[in-house]
């Protein structure tokens, strides 16, 4: 397994369209894909189900999966190689630098699917639909840019509605039963690895869409507050 991971780590290395850690991309990435199309991230992307789908899906858009392990970015990179979509690329940093990569209104939109819910309350901060992270959004995201959640841990989901309640954030699209829904759009219908393995065992998918406020305010005491208090 070591040696499989080493391979594909120097292979991505080779790869056009991966970008490791990149300097001086702000601004960049439209003569990257050259074109002039929307930019769509989907951060912590794992094995880039979604990029690779929404790519195909989406032919006049440009989808950026982001996560920071290589061993992984490298099967969708590869996908996408073999399948000659030029409109997926693949960014491997830390989510938390995101804003070092992209100026204020260059993304779209930004998919968050199936991402480590970080279900001990020490680790809230590392949500990624924290405030905390929503503020780093905010300052790549075109004004009125959709946030796309999709995952498995009601946990997740009920933290995502109580930061958007907080926050007084506009809610889009809420599905509490993504596979109960009909006339269900066919970008829902993508399943990433992590969703197939059903790590939360809640045999149910959620899903959120919203819209950021221009501020988000540092309210992040009260959230910790209401969390202590949930958990008491």
Known sequence: ?????????????????????PENM???????????HQIVLELACGKGE??????????????????????????????????????????????????????????????ITFPDPQLRLSKANKRLTHPSFLRLYRQILKANGKIHLKTDSPDLYFFTKMVIELYQIKIITDYNNVYGEENLPDELKIKTHYEQLDIAKSNTIFYLCFSLPEIIPDNNEKLTHLLKKQAQ
């Open 50 to 111: 979604y990029t690779t789908g929404l790519a195909k899906m989406y032919p006049h858009q440009n989808f950026i999966g982001v996560d920071i392990k290589g061993n992984r970015l490298w099967v969708g990179a590869k996908y996408s190689l073999l399948n000659d979509l030029k409109n997926a690329a693949f960014l491997r940093t830390q989510i938390d630098k995101i804003n070092q990569y992209f100026f204020r209104g260059e993304v779209d939109e930004i998919w």
């Open 26 to 36: 702000k601004g960049q990435w439209h003569e990257f894909f050259k074109n002039d």
């Open 1 to 21: 397994m070591a040696q499989k991971k080493l391979k594909r780590f120097g292979e991505i290395k080779t790869f056009p369209n991966v970008l490791e850690y």
